[in-house]
């Protein structure tokens, strides 16, 4: 399962001020603590390992780019990461924002079970969670992947869909909720 471990909000708020003074240590310590979360929230959305690692590298380009300019990050670097990532996403896809089945598979929990009846019996389950989850619209998947999947909190998530908090408590409300609808209707192809 992919989770996306991140530096603590007062600790990215210097590491911040240190890249805006362009200090190579700052620069090189950001990309090494955001590229594997930046590029893990990319596998999430690009079926291809390779294109996810380029448009990773494509975002850290920008951000090097614009750390000591105008449109540097000053208040929030995770959002602003994330936000281009997101940007670059819709850019490689287009209008078409439905995540690859195949990396779907990645953030959902495989089994513990050594058991083959119980191993069988959650892979029934979670053939049809996924093809629930593909049912639902581009950002119900992925408010229900940052928050759940990703365990990101809900001003993180706010900052990274350009959304308020409220809206994204709206928007996980009905996405769970249409969640359950789907999955206790029997909706899902099997």
């Given at each position: 399962?992919?989770?996306?471990?991140?530096?603590?909000p007062?600790?990215?708020?210097?590491?911040?001020?240190?890249?805006?003074?362009?200090?190579?240590?700052?620069?090189?310590?950001?990309?090494?603590?955001?590229f594997?979360?930046?590029y893990?929230?990319?596998?999430?959305?690009?079926?291809?390992?390779?294109?996810?690692?380029?448009?990773?590298a494509?975002?850290?380009?920008?951000?090097?780019a614009a750390?000591?300019?105008?449109?540097?990050?000053?208040?929030s670097?995770?959002?602003?990461l994330?936000?281009?990532a997101?940007?670059?996403?819709?850019?490689?896809?287009?209008?078409?924002?439905?995540?690859?089945?195949?990396?779907?598979?990645e953030?959902?929990?495989?089994?513990?079970?050594?058991?083959?009846?119980l191993?069988?019996f959650?892979t029934?389950?979670?053939?049809?969670?996924?093809?629930?989850?593909?049912?639902?619209?581009?950002?119900?998947?992925?408010?229900?992947i940052?928050?759940?999947?990703?365990?990101?909190?809900?001003?993180?998530?706010?900052?990274?869909?350009?959304k308020s908090?409220?809206?994204i408590?709206s928007l996980?409300?009905r996405?769970?909720?249409?969640?359950?609808t789907?999955l206790?209707?029997?909706?899902?192809?099997?």
């Amino acid at each position: 399962m992919i989770v996306i471990v991140l530096p603590e909000p007062a600790a990215e708020q210097m590491l911040l001020a240190d890249a805006n003074r362009n200090q190579p240590d700052a620069l090189r310590t950001i990309y090494e603590q955001y590229f594997p979360p930046i590029y893990a929230f990319i596998r999430l959305r690009v079926n291809d390992r390779e294109q996810a690692r380029d448009i990773a590298a494509d975002v850290f380009v920008d951000f090097f780019a614009a750390a000591r300019g105008r449109h540097a990050p000053h208040t929030s670097l995770r959002a602003w990461l994330f936000r281009v990532a997101r940007n670059k996403i819709y850019d490689h896809y287009g209008k078409t924002r439905q995540f690859p089945t195949t990396t779907l598979e990645e953030w959902l929990p495989g089994s513990m079970d050594d058991d083959p009846e119980l191993a069988v019996f959650r892979t029934f389950r979670l053939e049809k969670l996924r093809g629930a989850l593909r049912l639902l619209s581009a950002e119900q998947q992925e408010v229900l992947i940052l928050r759940f999947g990703q365990n990101l909190n809900l001003q993180e998530t706010a900052d990274l869909m350009n959304k308020s908090t409220s809206a994204i408590k709206s928007l996980q409300f009905r996405a769970v909720e249409a969640l359950r609808t789907i999955l206790d209707m029997g909706e899902v192809g099997e």
